[in-house]
């Protein structure tokens, strides 16, 4: 470089040291490297103050700094003051420009770096390796300051290696050992991304399909080409269930079909954007995620998306989400929305703003202010397209201060109107005997009592409440037996409900005992296997509640009363008939006495107070019946020895729907989701069969949760047998009963410890009893075809009517004025105190797109339930000019009509269920029904059902017309799935849209 006239030497002393004195290190400011000799041959020169003095400098010379003069590297170890010099920005270019550098050098341009502890210029820069993931054999050097940001490197690699302008690119840093680690943050320098000389730096540039090439899975070279060649609707792609996790593909269709936010993430915009030091955010990992799969799910390449990195991403996040049992789509809205909001988030360093409140101001003073503070703080897409205003309006009910505050909100959640009343259907047991069970559907208070239920079926059957008792029947025998004032909400409509009529002695002071009778039948074997020689039992039928005077508590009254009770299906001996007599051994008495159901007499007293035994008087004539023992090894799961039972011999042609399944309760009934056991196989009421509980089902439920309860009191064992067998041995003839009576416990075990003597005895708790059946004896006396029988009630008849309800009305609901709950109750500043103010909610100022969440799942301190209800909300113009607080629109303000344009459907009850979408595509106006992997075409009529659960409404001013027009559906189309798949695999047909509302669960 040729040098300009200097000024005079003095003049370059001064002010070249000068510079050297008092410019100061500062991060990221540029300093040069200048060769010592050179240096100090310089500042003899201008100290002797002859221009024409032979310790004249020449140009500058760094030669003696490289190690060889085709790459200008640094040679190593160089150390300041005596290899070099280090001079700042200023002085380098006086000297560059009085001097000039010889043969072209290049510039030793070194920035200053702040180090953990000190501010230092880097002399030695990093040396990196740079190459492309697509071609990793082509590698180049670069050096970079400490002090440079990854977005140097990113746009040195796209220069050297000429990738296409605008493509989007992702870097990753490659240690020693091999392992890679993701650049995410461009703007991060290269000292706190911790590169170091040596390490390789990738780049990678995304697929036309929308995957990177360092995710996509190493497969056959056909299915890539078959794969490629595939070109579909951008948009219409499943996603595939990675096991429950159909929640989150429903919620991420219905984001996927929201145009503003799909546009911003197709258009890259995001990059710009991600916040990577938010410590409310994720560090742009959720956006990051997020934008991969939409950039798959609208390329147009595939059939269907696998979300898997983006369902760790959120787990990571979100713990709650880890695993994969099945959650609430909305619930994963709200997590997504205000994710993506944080990693996206324009504001880097939230400023502290005190809230004010209104203290009588204008309303439009106020929520202007509100929503200025709220931008200062939350600046993002999410708030561009989503976040609305509301007012909140609290009133103290003791000063009467009122607060009003104005709140942002990202959806709405609105409730459903719930009835107070409540539809059951239960099983009527009359005392008459030859009068078969009736199934009643009454209608009682949701927050009733079991009196409340016994006196709506009062006034069916004109029997007094105090003369029922209700119980749950479950498997053939007493699951609850429930008190007159314990709440209906502990009955779920699952549930098979039994009343039956009690029978009431008039004048008559003796006390009576409700007796609860089970039904078991003998096994034709011998329970060897427990250790014991008593014979095995199964419960049959279905039980019976009773009252009975304690003086009747004998074998004898009770046999009598049994077989009275039971003659509609238990037919009595004829007289004709002799039945055997049998004679007793003195060994199988001394069986009796030491029997201990197969258990260690440790076990026994562990379990003694599990079930207390009923106690009875005995007929010596009747002993012998209890030296069989009928009872089952409690060491067995009792729903494993039910099953042993021989199925029942329907002989009179009606059908029979029994399960095949050997691990569930025969049942005769046909099940149904309300968990009722009616035939829709048997026309005639006559006909009717009755089953205690319906089969299981194959995912968890309440059922299934009783049989474990079940189980766990099954195996509990019996109290100590009373040792008496003297009286016994006494009388060893009798004549053969049809059945036999055992004390039993309440899962229908037998109880040892049986009193004698013909005295009554106590009942310290709910006694049960078992009659137990010989096979043989069963097979001639009991009909069990008849037994199974029940009539329908006319209640029965009444159609229950689909609740239809209006979308106004759900949002008129959000705005009702309401009491806090005592759980939450509100800070009144004036009475200094916690009170349960009123509030109100209004709506302020609605967002671009407005996401509606209607409240289907109620959940208060005793209920649980899903509300079914048909909610009628358009498809378009839905107008909220009448819900606005704000009645006149000042000029330029958006309207407040809005088009639907995605639905998230529920589908089941509150413990499973499947959940599906409707949306409609933005680039052609179709709708589609997106059900985890699988998308059909959709008709409009479709889309208002009982299931939906979260709706998407566009704001029309903001909505674009359909770019391409829609595809041509004739009306069978919607059996075939939108993206023109057809699998060899698939033996049967698609189901149609419509179909899928009865679709299995997860």
């Given at each position: 470089?040729?040098?300009?006239?200097?000024?005079?030497?003095e003049?370059?002393r001064?002010?070249?040291?000068?510079?050297?004195?008092?410019?100061?290190?500062?991060?990221g400011?540029?300093?040069?490297?200048?060769?010592?000799?050179?240096?100090?041959?310089?500042?003899?020169?201008?100290?002797?103050?002859d221009?024409?003095?032979?310790?004249?400098p020449?140009?500058?010379d760094?030669?003696?700094?490289?190690e060889?003069?085709?790459?200008y590297?640094?040679k190593?170890?160089?150390?300041?003051?005596?290899?070099?010099m280090?001079?700042?920005?200023?002085a380098?270019?006086?000297?560059?420009?009085w001097y000039?550098?010889v043969d072209?050098?290049?510039?030793?341009e070194?920035?200053?770096?702040?180090l953990?502890?000190?501010?230092?210029?880097?002399v030695?820069?990093?040396?990196?390796?740079?190459c492309?993931h697509?071609?990793?054999?082509?590698?180049?050097t670069?050096q970079?300051?400490?002090?440079?940001?990854?977005?140097?490197?990113?746009?040195?690699?796209c220069?050297?290696?000429?990738?296409t302008v605008?493509?989007?690119c992702?870097?990753?840093?490659?240690?020693?050992?091999s392992?890679?680690?993701?650049?995410r943050?461009?703007h991060?320098?290269?000292?706190?991304?911790?590169?170091?000389?040596?390490m390789t730096v990738?780049?990678?540039?995304?697929?036309?399909?929308?995957?990177?090439?360092s995710?996509?899975?190493?497969?056959?070279?056909?299915?890539?080409e078959?794969?490629?060649?595939?070109?579909?609707?951008p948009?219409?792609?499943?996603?595939?269930n990675?096991?429950?996790?159909?929640f989150?593909?429903s919620?991420?269709?219905?984001?996927?079909?929201?145009?503003?936010?799909?546009?911003?993430?197709?258009?890259?915009?995001?990059l710009e954007?991600?916040?990577?030091?938010?410590?409310?955010?994720?560090?742009?990992?959720?956006a990051?995620a997020?934008?991969d799969?939409?950039?798959?799910?609208?390329?147009?390449r595939?059939y269907?998306?696998?979300?898997?990195?983006?369902?760790?991403?959120?787990?990571h996040?979100?713990?709650?989400?880890l695993?994969?049992?099945?959650?609430?789509?909305?619930?994963?809205?709200?997590?997504?929305?205000?994710?993506?909001?944080?990693?996206?988030?324009r504001v880097?360093?939230?400023?502290?703003?005190?809230?004010?409140?209104?203290?009588?101001?204008?309303?439009?003073?106020?929520?202007?202010?509100?929503?200025?503070?709220?931008?200062r703080?939350?600046?993002?897409?999410?708030v561009?397209?989503?976040?609305?205003?509301?007012?909140?309006?609290?009133?103290?009910?003791e000063?009467l201060?009122?607060?009003?505050?104005f709140?942002?909100?990202?959806y709405?959640s609105?409730?459903?109107?719930v009835?107070?009343?409540r539809v059951m259907e239960?099983?009527?047991?009359?005392?008459?005997?030859?009068?078969?069970?009736?199934?009643?559907?009454?209608?009682v208070?949701?927050?009733?009592?079991?009196?409340?239920l016994?006196s709506?079926?009062?006034?069916m059957?004109?029997?007094?409440?105090?003369?029922?008792?209700?119980?749950?029947?479950?498997?053939?025998?007493?699951?609850k037996?429930?008190?007159?004032?314990?709440s209906?909400?502990?009955?779920?409509?699952?549930?098979d409900?039994?009343?039956y009529?009690?029978?009431?002695?008039e004048?008559?002071?003796?006390?009576?005992?409700?007796l609860?009778?089970?039904l078991?039948?003998?096994?034709?074997?011998?329970?060897?296997g427990?250790g014991?020689?008593s014979?095995?039992?199964?419960?049959?039928?279905?039980?019976?509640?009773?009252?009975?005077?304690?003086?009747?508590?004998?074998?004898?009254?009770?046999?009598?009363?049994?077989l009275?009770?039971?003659?509609r299906?238990?037919?009595p001996?004829?007289?004709s008939?002799?039945?055997?007599?049998?004679e007793e051994?003195?060994?199988?008495?001394?069986?009796y006495?030491?029997?201990t159901n197969?258990?260690?007499?440790d076990?026994?007293?562990?379990?003694?107070?599990?079930?207390e035994?009923f106690?009875?008087?005995?007929?010596?004539g009747?002993?012998?019946?209890?030296?069989?023992?009928?009872?089952?090894?409690?060491?067995?799961p009792?729903?494993?020895?039910?099953n042993?039972?021989p199925?029942p011999?329907?002989?009179?042609?009606e059908?029979?729907?029994?399960s095949?399944?050997?691990t569930e309760?025969i049942?005769?009934?046909?099940?149904?989701?309300?968990?009722?056991?009616?035939n829709?196989g048997?026309h005639?009421?006559e006909?009717?069969e009755?089953?205690s509980?319906?089969p299981?089902?194959?995912?968890?439920?309440?059922?299934?949760?009783?049989?474990?309860?079940?189980?766990?009191?099954a195996?509990?064992?019996?109290?100590?047998?009373?040792?008496?067998?003297?009286?016994?041995?006494?009388?060893?003839?009798?004549?053969?009963?049809?059945?036999?009576?055992?004390?039993?416990?309440?899962?229908?075990?037998?109880?040892?410890g049986?009193?004698?003597?013909?005295?009554?005895?106590?009942?310290?708790?709910?006694?049960?009893?078992a009659?137990?059946?010989?096979?043989?004896?069963?097979?001639?006396?009991?009909?069990?075809?008849?037994?199974?029988k029940?009539?329908?009630?006319?209640?029965?008849?009444?159609?229950?009517?689909?609740?239809?309800v209006q979308?106004?009305e759900?949002?008129?609901?959000?705005?009702?004025?309401?009491?806090?709950?005592?759980?939450?109750?509100?800070?009144c500043?004036?009475?200094k105190?916690?009170?349960?103010?009123t509030k109100?909610?209004?709506l302020?100022?609605?967002?671009?797109?407005?996401?509606?969440?209607?409240k289907r799942?109620?959940?208060?301190?005793f209920t649980?339930?899903?509300?079914?209800?048909i909610?009628?909300?358009?498809l378009?113009?839905?107008?909220?000019?009448?819900?606005?607080l704000?009645?006149?629109?000042?000029?330029?303000?958006?309207?407040?009509r809005?088009?639907?344009?995605?639905?998230s459907?529920?589908?089941?009850?509150?413990?499973?269920g499947?959940?599906?979408?409707?949306?409609?595509?933005?680039d052609?106006?179709?709708?589609?029904?997106?059900?985890?992997?699988?998308?059909?075409?959709?008709?409009?009529?479709?889309?208002?059902?009982?299931?939906?659960y979260v709706l998407?409404?566009?704001?029309?001013?903001?909505?674009?017309?359909?770019?391409?027009?829609?595809?041509?559906?004739?009306?069978?189309?919607?059996?075939?799935?939108?993206?023109?798949?057809?699998?060899?695999?698939?033996?049967?047909?698609?189901?149609?849209?419509?179909?899928?509302?009865t679709?299995?669960t997860?």
């Open positions: 470089m040729t040098a300009s006239e200097p000024p005079g030497l003049t370059q001064r002010d070249i040291l000068s510079l050297l004195r008092d410019t100061e290190l500062r991060a400011d540029s300093w040069y490297v200048v060769e010592r000799r050179w240096y100090e041959q310089w500042k003899e020169f201008v100290e002797t103050g221009q024409n003095s032979s310790s004249f020449g140009q500058i760094n030669t003696e700094l490289f060889d003069l085709d790459s590297h640094l190593e170890r160089l150390v300041e003051n005596e290899d070099f280090l001079v700042p920005a200023d380098w270019h006086k000297l560059l420009v000039g550098v072209a050098q290049p510039p030793l070194r920035k200053v770096v702040d953990p502890s000190t501010l230092k210029v880097e030695y820069p990093v040396e990196i390796f740079l492309l697509s071609n990793m054999e082509n590698v180049i670069a970079f300051s400490r002090a440079d940001n990854i977005q140097s490197i990113q746009r040195a690699m220069e050297a290696f000429a990738v605008g493509s989007e992702r870097l990753w840093m490659k240690s020693s050992d392992s890679c680690e993701r650049l943050n461009i991060m320098s290269v000292l706190d991304a911790c590169l170091s000389s040596g990738i780049m990678e540039t995304r697929n036309a399909d929308g995957t990177w090439p995710s996509r899975p190493q497969i056959m070279r056909n299915s890539v078959e794969q490629d060649s595939y070109r579909g609707q948009g219409v792609c499943g996603l595939t990675l096991g429950n996790t159909c989150m593909n919620a991420l269709q219905c984001l996927s079909n929201t145009p503003p936010l799909t546009e911003y993430f197709l258009q890259s915009s995001y954007e991600l916040n990577f030091t938010n410590p409310l955010g994720m560090k742009g990992e959720i990051e997020y934008a799969v939409i950039k798959q799910m609208w390329s147009g595939h269907s998306v696998v979300p898997r990195v983006f369902k760790t991403k959120v787990g996040f979100a713990s709650q989400f695993g994969y049992q099945q959650h609430d789509s909305q619930e994963l809205l709200s997590f997504l929305l205000d994710g993506l909001h944080e990693d996206l988030n880097k360093n939230k400023e502290y703003i005190e809230l004010r409140d209104a203290d009588g101001r204008p309303d439009q003073e106020v929520a202007e202010e509100a929503w200025r503070n709220h931008r703080r939350n600046d993002s897409v999410i561009d397209t989503f976040h609305g205003l509301f007012k909140s309006t609290l009133v103290c009910p000063c201060k009122i607060s009003v505050t709140d942002p909100f990202c709405l609105v409730p459903l109107p009835s107070k009343e239960v099983f009527y047991v009359s005392l008459d005997p030859y009068a078969k069970p009736a199934q009643h559907r009454v209608v208070p949701k927050a009733g009592k079991v009196f409340d016994c709506a079926l009062c006034e059957t004109s029997i007094p409440p105090a003369q029922m008792v209700v119980a749950d029947v479950f498997n053939h025998r007493f699951y037996i429930y008190n007159a004032d314990e209906l909400s502990c009955i779920l409509d699952r549930d409900i039994f009343v009529e009690l029978s009431v002695l004048e008559q002071q003796e006390e009576q005992v409700l609860a009778l089970y078991r039948e003998r096994s034709h074997y011998r329970d060897y427990s014991s020689s014979y095995g039992t199964t419960l049959f039928g279905h039980p019976l509640l009773l009252n009975v005077p304690r003086s009747s508590c004998s074998q004898e009254a009770l046999y009598t009363l049994f009275q009770r039971l003659r299906y238990v037919r001996p004829d007289p008939e002799e039945l055997e007599e049998e051994e003195d060994d199988e008495q001394e069986l006495k030491t029997q197969g258990i260690s007499d076990e026994e007293q562990e379990g003694a107070e599990k079930a035994p106690q009875s008087d005995l007929c010596c009747d002993s012998s019946s209890n030296s069989q023992s009928d009872d089952t090894a409690t060491a067995k009792l729903l494993d020895q039910n042993t039972q199925p011999d329907h002989g009179d042609g059908t029979n729907n029994k095949e399944n050997p309760p049942c005769s009934a046909d099940t149904t989701d309300t968990a009722k056991d009616v829709p048997t005639s009421t006909g009717a009755i089953s509980k319906p299981l089902p194959s995912n968890t439920t309440e059922e299934e949760q009783k049989e474990e309860d079940k189980q766990e009191e195996c509990s064992p019996s109290p100590k047998a009373n040792e008496q067998p003297a009286k016994r041995r006494a009388c060893r003839k009798r004549r053969k009963s049809l059945f036999t009576i055992q004390a039993v416990n309440s899962n229908g075990t037998t109880e040892r049986t009193g004698e003597g013909g005295s009554a005895v106590s009942f310290s708790s709910q006694p049960y009893v009659i137990d059946w010989d096979p043989e004896m069963k097979k001639r006396f009991y009909n069990e075809n008849e037994a199974e029940y009539v329908k009630h006319s209640s029965m008849e009444v159609p229950q009517q689909q609740t239809t979308l106004q759900c949002i008129e609901l959000f705005t009702t004025v309401e009491t806090l709950e005592e759980e939450n109750p509100w800070y500043p004036v009475c105190k916690h009170q349960l103010a109100k909610l209004d302020w100022s609605l967002p671009e797109v407005l996401i509606i969440h209607l799942f109620s959940y208060t301190k649980r339930e899903k509300l079914d209800s909610v009628d909300f358009p378009r113009d839905l107008d909220f000019s009448g819900c606005l704000r009645k006149n629109l000042s000029n330029g303000e958006p309207p407040s809005y088009d639907l344009i995605a639905v459907n529920h589908y089941g009850g509150l413990r499973d499947h959940y599906t979408s409707y949306a409609c595509n933005k052609n106006g179709q709708w589609y029904y997106f059900d985890d992997s699988k998308v059909t075409y959709a008709r409009e009529d479709q889309i208002v059902t009982n299931a939906a998407f409404y566009h704001r029309q001013d903001k909505i674009r017309k359909p770019t391409l027009p829609a595809p041509n559906t004739s009306p069978t189309s919607t059996t075939q799935p939108a993206n023109d798949i057809t699998s060899c695999k698939d033996e049967e047909a698609e189901p149609s849209a419509a179909s899928y509302v679709m299995e997860d």
